[in-house]
């Protein structure tokens, strides 16, 4: 079992719909969740973290989080063509020096 | 906001010769900073994480004696692949926390590697 498990993909989603993305993790003393956007070529950006249990919301991109059952999913609202990317999902455990742990991602497309 | 800059974007090099990649934190001091390869369509896979004034410590499997990992300054650490081979041709990114370290990374630009 992977240490951070993502949906394989890919996921189409139509502009202007809803993009749900998610990610499991299986060590239980992570603490702090991330998620970073990898467009085509680029270098992961990121775009939204996560500590506490339950929504953060930042414009478009709601992240959330639930601890007991080890999951954090990202949200993207009214999508559009630029959001086209692959979304990496990273936790950090605090005793593992700084280290984040990442999934293999999800790549999204985003139809016109 | 943070930023980490890391040159060169490309390269291409010649199979047996050695290559430095530079990654720079502007405007803050990264104490430590991470080397990430990643293949075509796969994820990253961290290589080594550098310390300022101490030796990197390498992952599972990633030579040591190929990938040197410098890390002299607070802004400065360097990665070069040695004698390079094709095998080696890959997308390099290094990253580095602003601030505490549960903050997330800022990855530099990446530099794509292609060995002929």
């Known amino acids: 079992q992977k240490e951070v498990e993502q949906n394989s993909g890919p996921l189409s989603v139509p502009e202007g719909a809803i993009a749900s993305l998610n990610c499991t993790y299986s060590d239980r003393g992570s603490q702090s969740f991330f998620w970073y956007r990898q467009y085509s070529g680029k270098s992961p950006e990121l775009i939204m973290s996560i500590y506490s249990n339950g929504d953060k919301e930042d414009g478009r991109f709601t992240a959330q989080l639930n601890k007991a059952s080890q999951y954090v999913s990202l949200l993207i609202r009214d999508s559009q063509p630029s959001d086209s990317a692959t979304y990496l999902c990273a936790v950090n455990n605090p005793t593992n020096a700084g280290k984040s742990t990442f999934g293999d991602g999800t790549t999204l497309t985003v139809k016109p | 906001g943070a930023v980490v800059s890391q040159h060169p974007s490309r390269v291409i090099c010649k199979s047996g010769t050695s290559v430095k990649i530079e990654c720079r934190s502007l405007?803050?001091?990264?104490?430590?900073m991470f080397w990430y390869r990643q293949f075509p369509k796969q994820s990253l896979m961290l290589m080594a994480t550098s310390n300022e004034g101490s030796k990197a410590t390498y992952e599972q499997g990633v030579e040591k004696d190929k990938f040197l990992i410098n890390h002299a300054s607070l802004t400065l650490s360097t990665l070069t692949v040695t004698s390079a081979h094709p095998e080696d041709s890959s997308f390099y990114i290094c990253?580095?926390?602003?601030?505490?370290?549960?903050?997330?990374?800022?990855f530099g630009s990446g530099t794509r590697l292609t060995v002929v």
């Open positions: 405007d803050f001091q990264a104490t430590t």
């Open positions: 990253s580095a926390f602003f601030g505490h370290r549960d903050y997330g990374y800022t």
